[in-house]
Nanobody
């Protein structure tokens, strides 16, 4: 059974930082896949925030640019999201997911999903 396991979510003050991890060791051909981090804020739909292709090309939503960094370790089959200068609007459940289809540099269709990790930005 394929499992993507996120970790690293926490309660953090505005301006703080977190690094999320997604362990995908049960996923075949990790280094051949594209991935994304997807966020679901309370009461809102899921939205992707960062994505990385198998060739390490990265893309971000406008809100994430300059603050978030997506990366991958193909040897360990781990996906990361470094988040700096966190703001209250970054609060939500963060999921990692494989990307099946793209439109330009934006993920269009997702495949495997993790269970999510909660990030709360609050005083």
């Amino acid at each position: 059974e394929v499992q993507l396991v996120e970790s690293g979510g926490a309660l953090v003050q505005p301006g703080g930082s977190l690094r999320l991890s997604c362990n995908a060791s049960t996923l075949n051909r990790f280094n051949w896949r594209d991935f994304s981090w997807v966020r679901q804020a309370p009461g809102k739909e899921k939205e992707w925030v960062a994505a990385i292709r198998l060739n390490d090309d990265v893309s971000y939503t406008d809100s994430a640019k300059g603050r978030f960094t997506i990366s991958r370790d193909n040897w360990k089959s781990i996906l990361y999201l470094q988040m700096n200068n966190l703001q209250t609007e970054d609060t939500g459940v963060y999921y990692c997911a494989t990307v099946r289809r793209w439109i330009d540099d934006r993920p269009l269709e997702f495949g495997y999903w993790g269970q999510g990790t909660q990030v709360t930005v609050s005083e």
